[in-house]
T-cell receptor, first 111, second 112 residues
Framework: GQQVMQIPQYQHVQEGEDFTTYCNSS?????IQWYKQRPGGHPVFLIQ?????EVKKQKRLTFQFGEAKKNSSLHITATQTTDVGTYFC???????????FGGGTRVLVKP | GAGVSQSPRYKVAKRGQDVALRCDPI?????LFWYQQALGQGPEFLTY????????KSGLPSDRFFAERPEGSVSTLKIQRTQQEDSAVYLC??????????FGDGTRLSIL
């Protein structure tokens, strides 16, 4: 079946630094979504990427969808303590509405 | 309500008991999803409804798991003869068609 992998599993970042988390699917995706889950909370939708090579920005967050529509990345610049949480990518295949989530990248920020 | 509502927030049951978890989606959302999230893991798909029709139940781990959405709104996930490995957070999400999913706060299920 479809698998979605995320690396790294953990990311310890000094406040103010940049980092990138990566997402790879075993199959071609129709779209990919990113969610953020704060400790004790539920996943909250951040963004959806649909087109091959698409790049979208949300303030300090930059999301990219690979040319082959099998991988994606999230880059955060000037990390803040409010960025703490787990970032999940979730891929959707062409058929159906099912989302397959990656294992997430847990981000800890050192002040 | 404004968001997806799940109840109860916490459920403790003894091994072998049956449990029922409720999800009240955002009004007007035709799509409803159930996920299981183990500690430190990403949500794992269980099942998907479009209105009252269960279109995909490929993620249900065994025939002890059963979900229904009889009137196309509220959904119930039932687990029969619970086992310790069923302990997890059960998340419900709803969406309008293929739009992004909105998650509830989940039910944390602990099986003793």
């Amino acid at each position: 079946g479809q698998q979605v992998m995320q690396i790294p599993q953990y990311q310890h970042v000094q406040e103010g630094e940049d980092f990138t988390t990566y997402c790879n699917s075993s199959t071609t995706l129709s779209n990919i979504q990113w969610y953020k889950q704060r400790p004790g909370g539920h996943p909250v939708f951040l963004i959806q990427l649909v087109k091959s090579g698409e790049v979208k920005k949300q303030k300090r967050l930059t999301f990219q969808f690979g040319e082959a529509k099998k991988n994606s990345s999230l880059h955060i610049t000037a990390t803040q303590t409010t960025d703490v949480g787990t970032y999940f990518c979730a891929g959707r295949r062409a058929a159906g509405n099912k989302l397959t989530f990656g294992g997430g990248t847990r981000v800890l920020v050192k002040p | 309500g404004a968001g997806v509502s799940q109840s109860p927030r916490y459920k403790v049951a003894k091994r072998g008991q049956d449990v029922a978890l409720r999800c009240d989606p955002i009004s007007g959302h035709v799509s409803l999803f159930w996920y299981q999230q183990a500690l430190g893991q990403g949500p794992e798909f269980l099942t998907y409804f479009q209105n009252e029709a269960q279109l995909d139940k490929s993620g249900l781990p065994s025939d002890r798991f059963f979900a229904e959405r009889p009137e196309g709104s509220v959904s119930t996930l039932k687990i029969q003869r619970t086992q310790q490995e069923d302990s997890a957070v059960y998340l419900c999400a709803s969406s309008f068609s293929d739009r992004p999913q909105h998650f509830g706060d989940g039910t944390r299920l602990s099986i003793l």
